[in-house]
Nanobody, 118 residues
């Protein structure tokens, strides 16, 4: 079984920074996509950023230029550096790992709260 454990959320003032981490453990195919999604109160879950095991990244337009996703393949860990945070970034942030190997595999973390408020 695959487990994802997130850390790094919290309360930050507008303009501040936070760094999220997500450590994956278990039987994970080496070719995969790891990512961060977020869900604000009353809204659907949406993509924030993804990164492939080869290092290709994808960002939502709303976070481009402010968030940076990175990963350490040896540790099966993905990071999200969030700078210039805005109140609208307030959400629960979920880590995800996805791959296809015959079947499709899709796993989620439990989520970590990020609150941007003065």
């Amino acid at each position: 079984q695959v487990q994802l454990v997130e850390s790094g959320g919290g309360l930050v003032q507008p303009g501040g920074s936070l760094r999220l981490s997500c450590a994956a453990s278990g039987s994970i195919f080496s070719i995969n996509v790891m990512g961060w999604y977020r869900q604000a109160p009353g809204k659907e879950r949406e993509l924030a950023a993804t990164i492939t095991s080869g290092g290709s990244t994808n960002y939502a337009d709303s976070v481009k230029g402010r968030f940076t996703i990175s990963r350490d393949n040896a540790k099966n860990t993905v990071y999200l550096q969030m700078n210039s945070l805005k109140p609208e970034d307030t959400a629960v942030y979920y880590c995800n790992v996805f791959w296809k190997f015959g079947a499709q595999y899709d796993y989620w973390g439990q989520g970590t709260q990020v609150t941007v408020s003065s």
